[in-house]
């Protein structure tokens, strides 16, 4: 997997999530609260492991901060399928928890592209 691409998928999913909103999109809540289910998290628990092996610190922040944002994600899309836009709109603003997780998410991810020298890629 390219680590560009988790990138992009996880500024992603502040698009799904106002596709969701719109009725366009259709996403499971307990899918999007797993962190392994998504490329990025079958690299953390696979071949990430193996890459960042020598320096699992790394590894496991972003292990953390990536099961974090699916936890939010989840309970993002809980919130639209219940009704509760106005919570999910607050959480997709730009300093609302989705969007300070992604940035989390994808920050670490740079940093183990530069670790590992593979090209940033992305926003």
């Known amino acids: 997997?390219?680590?560009?691409?988790?990138?992009d998928a996880h500024v992603n999913w502040k698009i799904r999530l106002r596709l969701l909103m719109a009725g366009q999109?259709?996403?499971?809540?307990?899918?999007?609260?797993?962190?392994?289910?998504?490329?990025?998290?079958?690299?953390?628990?696979g071949e990430g492991s193996r890459a960042l092996a020598h320096d699992p610190e790394v590894l496991d922040g972003?292990?953390?901060a990536h099961a974090t944002?699916?936890?939010?994600?989840g309970n993002?899309?809980?919130?639209?399928?219940?009704?509760?836009?106005?919570?999910?709109?607050?959480?997709?603003?730009?300093?609302g928890e989705i969007s300070e997780q992604s940035f989390d998410v994808v920050s670490r991810i740079r940093k183990i592209q530069g670790m590992l020298g593979q090209t940033a890629g992305a926003r």
Not at 1 to 7: P, S, V, W
Not at 76 to 95: K, N, T
């Open 25 to 45: 999109e259709k996403i499971d809540a307990t899918v999007a609260s797993k962190d392994n289910e998504c490329a990025l998290g079958k690299w953390i628990y």
């Open 1 to 7: 997997m390219e680590l560009k691409d988790a990138i």
């Open 76 to 95: 993002a899309v809980r919130a639209i399928q219940s009704g509760d836009v106005a919570r999910a709109e607050a959480m997709l603003e730009a300093d």
């Open 69 to 73: 944002f699916h936890q939010i994600a």
């Open 62 to 64: 972003l292990r953390k």
